[in-house]
């Protein structure tokens, strides 16, 4: 199982099916985010943060482990230039275009991202049949909602999943102890800070990766429709006027349609 694959045990989580299970679930990823910022904090970046690198005591108690591809910051790189660091299915955006000028701590935040929605999810949000199919999907796909592949996950920790997993490290949560914060006060049923994408916003990121690709109009209609329709999903609809997002539809689509031609 995801949280326990190092031990080739099932551990005591709950099933999936069950709403104290993503509770758990976050229990299980807090302390590791707080790892990651105690790393961060002396300059040293993971790259690959992964469920095989998180071994579990017997109560449970999460242990980080496995620095072999750790770079330190400000201190070079101990791979060849052009090398893919990492595991596909748990790499960000920038590690999987081999950016390293861009590549720093958020990278680690996504990745851990990937763990989190895996665990509630029981799925990875970007597998494939191959490697390069895997990868592919990471900078071209958006995530696929949380809430509809495991419905009891609860409104606040799926914001927090999609916060960690933003494409664009910008985006994400900026330090992995504010990933943990939002954590802890989701356990401790407080406000979070991270909020979800607005829908405007949602719809200008999914026409640009389309016509990035020279997808055509059909193929950015259907992007576009995914990003809106993953934002209707939760206890909490995005509030955005039908006829603003009309209008907001078809002048990106006109857009994206120029700058694929």
Do not use: W
Not at 27 to 46: D, K, Q, S, T, Y
């Amino acid at each position: 199982e995801l949280y326990a694959v190092r031990r080739g045990e099932q551990g005591r989580l709950k099933s999936a099916d069950d709403r104290s299970y993503a509770y758990q679930s976050a229990e299980l990823v807090e302390p590791v985010a707080m790892a990651l910022a105690h790393a961060h904090g002396v300059g040293v970046i993971h790259r690959d943060v992964k469920p095989h690198n998180i071994l579990l005591a017997q109560d449970l108690t999460p242990r980080l482990i496995d620095f072999g591809l750790a770079r330190v910051l400000d201190a070079g790189t101990i791979s060849r230039s052009g090398d893919l660091e990492g595991t596909p299915n748990y790499m960000s955006p920038e590690q999987v275009r081999a950016s390293r000028s861009r590549v720093d701590h958020r990278t680690d935040v996504y990745s851990l991202g990937v763990v989190l929605y895996e665990l509630l999810s029981r799925a990875r949000p970007f597998d494939a049949p191959t490697p390069e199919q895997i990868l592919r999907n990471i900078t071209t796909r958006e995530v696929p909602p949380l809430r509809t592949a495991s419905p009891a996950v609860p409104h606040d920790l799926s914001v927090i999943c999609e916060k960690a997993m933003q494409k664009r490290p910008a985006d994400r949560y900026q330090e992995a102890g504010a990933f943990a914060a939002d954590l802890r006060a989701f356990l401790a049923g407080k406000p979070i800070q991270a909020r979800r994408t607005p829908a405007c916003l949602a719809v200008r990121t999914a026409a640009t990766s389309a016509c990035g690709r020279g997808d055509g109009r059909a193929r950015v209609h259907d992007r576009i429709a995914h990003a809106v329709g993953v934002r209707a999903h939760g206890e909490h609809r995005v509030s955005f006027g039908a006829a603003r997002l009309r209008a907001c539809f078809a002048r990106v689509v006109r857009a994206a349609h120029r700058l694929g031609k």
